[in-house]
């Protein structure tokens, strides 16, 4: 059953042929994604996670989603299958007319990609009402990107001061801890979102992110 905040179905939208003054280019697409959810994607076919499109979900329509069962970071099939299924129940749910290619998608298709993306953004501005949302809160922390569940791992725990507990989320006492913590060499609380945005938090993430894509370029 719906909550209250969602008793109202989602405006369906159509992507018309040729180009229009609403089309973004896929940079520009990308740019909206990690911006708007505090994500890592590189490319538009890592959104073939799933993860990206549940989290909007998410922020359209609140509760319609449960995110602790996303798999946010992540680089394996059946991660994204799972992310696939609940995305296509929420749709279910809000009445979204949208067929999702779930199969080309998880396949990495990279036209298939820009097409759902180009369609999505469409649905998004139809249906967002401006409400204020923390898409990293919302997570626990956690990074959301296309990788290893040990790059995932590793890397949150390097950057933010919790305890890592499962595949990307915390337990509620974990959680609470994490907005009590005392920046380091001084008495002043500070959360790591504070952490991340200033200079030195800034120049830390941007290493980390640097060695994760070379990584990746290696292992090609």
């Not at 129940?89 to 820009?114: W, Y």
């Not at 949302?133 to 290893?148: E, L, N």
Request: charged share 25%; net charge positive.
């Amino acid at each position: 059953m719906l909550s209250s905040m969602n008793n109202r179905a989602a405006v369906n939208v159509y992507l018309t042929s040729g180009r229009t003054s609403e089309d973004l280019s896929r940079l520009e697409l990308l740019d909206w994604v990690n911006e708007s959810l505090k994500a890592q994607f590189t490319k538009i076919d890592e959104l073939c996670t799933g993860a990206a499109y549940c989290q909007f979900m998410d922020m359209l329509f609140p509760n319609i989603i449960n995110m602790d069962r996303v798999k946010c970071f992540t680089n394996e099939e059946t991660d994204f299958k799972q992310n696939f299924k609940i995305l296509e129940a929420s749709f279910k749910k809000m009445s979204v007319d949208k067929q999702i290619p779930s199969e080309k998608l998880i396949k990495r298709c990279f036209q298939h990609h820009l097409q759902f993306l180009k369609w999505f953004k469409k649905f998004f501005d139809a249906n967002y009402e401006g409400r204020s949302y923390d898409p990293r809160a919302v997570r626990g922390g956690a990074p959301m990107g296309f990788g290893a569940e040990s790059i995932s791992v590793n890397f949150l725990a390097s950057t933010t001061p919790f305890p890592i507990q499962g595949r990307h989320s915390t337990s509620n006492s974990a959680r609470k801890s994490y907005w009590e913590q005392v920046k380091p060499g001084t008495s002043e609380k500070v959360t790591p979102m504070q952490m991340q945005e200033t200079g030195e938090g800034q120049e830390c993430l941007a290493k980390k992110m640097s060695h994760l894509k070379l990584r990746r370029t290696q292992s090609w």
